[in-house]
């Protein structure tokens, strides 16, 4: 039961992490990944055969989420420190560990919204939803892997 709720996790955050990028890209990307992850969690509501009242509970989730992804947004500073410091004639490789400190702890500072939102999905979801889920992502993640990893097909 640990793998199938681990697995259920990681997608979440892997879509969490894959808007959070999207939008760090500029607002066109961060519609664009908005109308994708609406896609992709309509089909997977449709998939479980989700109630309405689940699907309510899912959507606030996912507003939630994307609340705190865009609080979080830089302008771009960050991007343009990290060119900065690997274009320059000496590498300040102390300057890199703190840039990936300072993502690693407003990554921690993130899941602290984002996984109580997992928490409220996973708890509307029956358990058979959630195998239903699993099974989903054990496939997804299989045929990704036959297919030289993130660069294969997805379903």
Known sequence: MKTKTMLIG??????????????AHGPGRGR????????????AEDYIDATPQQRATIEQAKENVIKAIEAKHGNGADHQKLIGLLTADKLDTSAIYAMVDQKADSMKQLARTIVPEIQRVHDALTPAQRQKL???????????????????PEE
Do not use: S
């Open 134 to 152: 699993a099974d989903k992502a054990k496939q997804m993640h299989e045929r990704r892997m036959e297919h030289g990893g993130f660069g294969g």
């Open 10 to 23: 990681a997608g979440a955050l892997a879509v969490v992490i894959a808007a959070g990028a999207a939008w």
């Open 32 to 43: 664009m990944m908005r109308h994708m992850l609406n896609a992709r969690i309509a089909d």
